[in-house]
């Protein structure tokens, strides 16, 4: 991947910080996206409020005017409000929705055709056990996230022909993130391994995905056991 340009939404901090990192000491030029604290980098930082359905276009627009063609994506922002399923109104889930799954779309939908036509390409979309389980964040949370694992089997049966993977990564329950719902030493007595993950666990593995070329069509858990593949 040395020398490639990677967009990595979310990076300010928690699983895409640690990313970042790791993607910027493998030789990868790293573009990092945040939607509201910008983040204190040695690299390319772009803001943009994905809630916004013309956001993920502008985005790439930015990007690829600074860096050249994206030939990797790491969606990875994601929105996480816990709310029991009667007090999800229309407002709250269609915000999820956009943010979640439209977002990460949009922005798959930009960057596919550059990538297919250069040969090489790399989408990697964060999910959730929740996709997988239901979760205890809400219903919105859980439906958005189960939706990016219906893209990525779609756009990976489309994209692989042309050296272009796509796939979906399922944490759950990761320390120093905005997203744990509820009390850390109470959440880890829920994990198997009785600890919650740790970011840089998640974005190692986000690496070794995202460097393997015949990793495609693949929903791949990190939850210390929570949910059995």
């Known amino acids: 991947m040395r020398g490639r340009v990677?967009?990595?939404?979310?990076?300010?901090?928690?699983?895409?910080?640690?990313?970042?990192?790791r993607l910027a000491a493998a030789g990868v030029r790293v573009a990092v996206h945040y939607a509201a604290n910008r983040p204190e980098v040695d690299a390319p930082v772009f803001q943009?409020?994905?809630r916004?359905?013309?956001?993920?276009?502008?985005l790439i627009d930015a990007v690829e005017a600074e860096l050249g063609?994206?030939?990797?994506?790491?969606?990875?922002?994601?929105l996480s409000r816990p709310a029991p399923y009667e007090d999800v109104a229309a407002a709250m889930f269609d915000e999820?929705?956009?943010?979640?799954?439209?977002?990460?779309?949009?922005?798959?939908?930009r960057v596919l055709p550059g990538m297919r036509e250069r040969g090489y390409g790399r989408i990697l979309f964060t999910s959730s056990v929740a996709a997988l389980t239901g979760g205890i964040i809400g219903p919105h949370y859980a439906a958005s996230?189960?939706?990016?694992?219906?893209?990525?089997?779609?756009?990976?049966?489309?994209?692989?022909?042309?050296?272009?993977?796509v796939n979906a990564i399922a944490?759950?329950?990761?320390?120093?993130?905005?997203?744990?719902?509820g009390d850390p030493d109470e959440l880890a007595t829920r994990v198997p391994v009785q600890r919650l993950g740790r970011p840089e666990e998640v974005a190692d593995l986000m690496v070794a995905i995202l460097?393997?070329?015949?990793?495609?069509?693949?929903?791949i858990s990190i939850d210390g056991g929570m949910h059995p593949g």
């Open 96 to 109: 999820s929705r956009a943010v979640n799954l439209r977002a990460p779309f949009l922005l798959a939908r």
């Open 171 to 181: 944490p759950a329950l990761i320390e120093d993130t905005a997203m744990l719902p």
């Open 145 to 165: 996230k189960a939706g990016l694992h219906g893209l990525t089997h779609f756009l990976a049966s489309r994209a692989a022909a042309d050296g272009v993977t």
């Open 52 to 58: 916004e359905p013309e956001a993920p276009d502008a």
């Open 6 to 21: 990677a967009l990595v939404t979310g990076g300010s901090g928690g699983i895409g910080a640690a990313l970042c990192e």
């Open 69 to 78: 063609p994206v030939d990797i994506l790491a969606a990875n922002a994601g």
């Open 211 to 219: 460097g393997n070329g015949y990793v495609t069509n693949q929903v």
């Open 48 to 50: 943009a409020d994905l």
